[in-house]
């Protein structure tokens, strides 16, 4: 299904990263350049031999050159023409890839050799380093676009397209409006492929190099429509730890927890995304309030409860640092982390993306959803069917060779999922 997603690398007013840029379009250019070199020599061979009058004695042959010469021309110049696209594709990627007036404000962003339609190599071991000194990293792009084709063409499944909703052609519109979460669909989603790409071994990846632990599990996973004009996104600055831990956060190796939103779709700033703040401009931000009311919308003495402050805190907004970036892009963060939604400006704007959560296994105050609760409807057994051991053990299904998978629990599995391959857990390892 069409969604009527447009590219939105035109309208950022982004700059592109210092850096050679070796690839593959560049080889490209300079192999066509020494042919065209060598094409040109040709020309001027036959231009002479045709002057001085060589070639009249063969007059097929004449018209068999200036044919050749004829699509030679245009052979180049549709080259050229084709290797100048490429350039401005690339030049246009790539401006998505660090926001312009953001470089001075943030060291958060990886550069990991970002080229378009290839994710291209990432050390993780930085991801890491930048997420726990600042309480964030942004990786853009880090899902190659081909990698979220199967997940956008499902999202019909779930939310209107922008032209459904803003043309009032999709009779879904009316969930979306006055509420900001009404536009919140829960895991396990209407779309296998969208569950799939939830837990992608590339997300587990960088959710066990964040953490830094071998065994970790998604404890929340929820797709976000949001629409311009269908409600307020514009939020607060706040944490998201109340909804996310019966504690408070830790800093502390083994003890923190990971949230990601996964931009599907181009976000710029005129959609909305999510800004944060470093954790170097709040040290020692105790966790009561949690939520600092926007400069100009409380005063001081309202009484919004002991979690809000109405103070406006200027430094916060001033320090917030945006997430913009194309399709692909990961905002990872700790739920201590401070942060919030933007509003959406572009003129029948969409913003589609998933919002993930990820814990130490051993963390059981870490909580948001018990998988269990929806582990009889159907889009749970569709996305099991299709899921690897390794994905199924992100929700808490034991690995294989664990003592639970006896002959019993085997035969029972095989009667709940028909359609799961067993062979993982027969084989023990």
């Known amino acids: 299904m069409d969604l009527g997603i447009r590219s939105a690398f035109a309208a950022t007013g982004a700059t592109a990263p210092r850096g050679t840029d070796h690839t593959l379009a560049g080889r490209i250019a300079w192999i066509t350049a020494l042919r065209l070199a060598f094409l040109v020599l040709l020309l001027g061979a036959t231009a002479t031999l045709y002057l001085r009058g060589e070639l009249a004695r063969y007059p097929f042959s004449l018209r068999i050159v200036f044919l050749t010469i004829g ?5 180049a110049g549709s080259i050229m023409a084709a290797c100048a696209a490429d350039g401005l594709r690339s030049r246009s990627a790539r401006a998505f890839y660090q926001p312009a007036g953001l470089a001075h404000r943030t060291g958060k962003w990886v550069d990991r050799g970002f080229h378009p ?64 979460f009404a536009g919140i669909d829960e895991f396990p989603f209407a779309s296998a492929e969208l569950s799939l790409l939830a837990v992608s071994h590339c997300l587990l990846d960088l959710a066990e190099a964040l953490l830094g632990e071998a ?23 706040h944490r998201d730890y109340l909804g996310h831990t019966m504690l408070v956060p830790s800093s502390a190796p083994g003890f923190r927890q990971l949230e990601m939103i996964v931009f599907l779709v181009d976000v710029p700033e005129e959609l909305g995304p999510t800004h944060l703040v470093p954790r170097k401009h709040i040290p ?60 959406l400006t572009a003129p029948r704007g969409v913003r589609y993306n998933m919002h993930l959560n990820f814990r130490p296994s051993a963390i059981q105050w870490g909580q948001r959803r018990g998988w269990a609760y929806s582990a009889f409807k159907r889009e749970w057994s569709e996305f099991v069917d299709r899921a690897t051991p390794r994905q199924l053990q992100a929700f808490g299904f034991p690995p294989p060779g664990h003592p639970y998978w006896t002959p019993e629990t085997l035969a029972g599995m095989a009667l709940r999922y028909p359609n799961l391959d067993l062979t993982p857990w027969h084989a023990g390892g």
Request: aromatic share 12%; glycine share 14%; hydrophobic share 40%.
């Open 215 to 237: 065994d970790v599990q998604i404890y929340g996973a929820e797709a976000w429509a949001k629409y311009t004009g269908a409600a307020d996104y514009d939020q607060d600055m």
């Open 71 to 75: 699509g030679g021309f245009a052979l």
């Open 284 to 343: 020692d931000r105790p966790a009561v309030p949690n939520w600092f009311r926007r400069p100009g919308l409380g005063e001081p003495g309202d009484d919004l409860g002991r979690f809000t402050d109405a103070s406006g805190s200027p430094q916060l907004y001033e320090a917030e640092v945006s997430a913009a970036g194309p399709a692909g892009t990961v905002v990872a963060f700790e739920v201590g982390t401070f942060h919030r939604g933007t509003q």
């Open 117 to 180: 339609g290839d994710r291209g190599p990432m050390d993780l071991t930085d991801a890491a380093r930048a997420w726990s000194e600042d309480g964030f990293v942004v990786l853009p792009g880090f899902i190659a676009v081909e990698d979220l084709k199967p997940a956008v063409d499902e999202l019909g499944l779930m939310f209107p397209s922008a032209d459904g909703f803003h043309d009032g052609t999709d009779p879904r519109r009316e969930r979306f409006l006055g509420d900001e």
